[in-house]
């Protein structure tokens, strides 16, 4: 901004009018024998000012010029910080012109894989899958009820955290803690790619990280009938897992791969079913991912993707590690 000084009013009643000595409007100073004095401080700083304006006005460009485009990188380096908190305000020094040299050496590697994102405050593997208090339920004595909760935590175990499980091709593992009328129709979802609902399956060359996978979430149960009237102890499982993918990328979660599932799981009362039928069910089940490789998540198996959590239709990337984030989201794939 210029500063304008202002005009002198040749009006004003301070300012004499000409004398009338005839001299017209020659200034007093010129009237009397010049006397030699020398600067003060004040004059000395006003001349060394003057013979330096250009030094100093190129100085203060450059600071203006550091300044802003040390707030415009700054800027940039945080919209690319995909967890970062926002700024806190704090005073920072004035650079120094001239030429300048800046540590250039790399950070240290994260302490983990989670880091920075929701999932770092998860537990760690089957600790996340705590049970309810097996209490007398319905039909269900308390030793059944502890006996259902039981078989539901070993399949969650197996289908989401083994890692034997989840390498292998072979369901096997996973379908023999079923009721054996309803392993046939388990086969079929392992055919057809349907088991992701419920079941992990790393996909070819993917690679997990040894940290174990992240867990989030709740289980409860209560007393039902099926549609055919036959008396179960149905068990309702909600969990997100966070599994750490190797990956090249370096901002925090590149590597992160989320799933949210809630299953729902049934028991018969034995005395309801014949032995065939007596054990763990699976009743209905629905899940997303997020951060996945989409041509190999339709086949039902899991890898990382490039990072889009959430899509462009859901601006907050915390959102899909909540376990009480509804399941009814967009398909970004």
């Known amino acids: 901004m210029t500063i ?3 005009h002198s009013d040749p009006h004003r009643p301070d300012q004499p009018y000409p004398p009338a000595d005839g001299l017209g409007t020659i200034p007093e100073w010129l009237r009397q024998p010049a006397v ?3 600067p003060d401080r004040a004059d000395r700083l006003r001349i060394w000012l003057g013979d330096h304006s250009g030094k100093l006005l190129g100085g203060v460009a450059a600071l203006l010029l550091l300044a802003f485009f040390g707030v415009v990188a700054t800027g ?3 919209s ?8 806190a305000a704090y005073p920072t020094i004035n650079q120094p012109v001239g030429e300048q040299a800046v540590s250039s050496a790399s950070p240290p590697p994260a302490a983990g894989a989670f880091d920075g994102t929701p999932a770092a405050d998860f537990p760690e593997g089957a600790a996340g899958i705590a049970l309810p208090a097996a209490k007398r339920t319905g039909p269900f004595t308390e030793k059944q009820v502890a006996a259902a909760l039981a078989k539901v935590r070993k399949a969650l175990v197996t289908s989401r955290l083994d890692r034997t499980f989840i390498t292998s091709k072979d369901p096997d593992r996973l379908l023999r803690q079923f009721a054996p009328d309803a392993r046939a129709d388990l086969r079929k979802d392992f055919a057809s790619g349907a088991f992701a609902t419920y079941a992990t399956r790393l996909a070819p060359g993917a690679r997990i990280t040894t940290d174990q996978p992240r867990v989030k979430g709740r289980i409860s149960y209560r007393a039902a009938k099926d549609t055919q009237g036959i008396r179960i102890l149905e068990i309702t499982s909600n969990f997100v897992w966070a599994y750490a993918f190797r990956t090249t990328g370096g901002l925090p979660g590149d590597g992160v791969v989320v799933v949210h599932d809630t299953v729902v799981w049934s028991v018969p009362h034995p005395a309801d079913v014949r032995n065939g039928s007596n054990g763990l069910w699976t009743e209905k089940a629905d899940s997303y991912g997020s951060n996945i490789d989409c041509a190999a998540f339709d086949k039902g198996l899991l890898d990382v993707g490039s990072p889009s959590y959430g899509g462009p239709a859901d601006p907050d990337p ?3 590690f909540d ?3 509804t ?3 967009p398909d970004t794939c």
Not at 80 to 87: D, I
């Open 4 to 6: 304008h000084p202002p």
């Open 36 to 38: 030699a004095t020398e």
């Open 76 to 78: 940039g380096y945080r």
């Open 80 to 87: 690319f910080q995909r967890w970062a908190e926002p700024p």
């Open 318 to 320: 915390d959102a899909v």
């Open 323 to 325: 376990p009480d984030r």
């Open 327 to 329: 399941l009814d989201v």
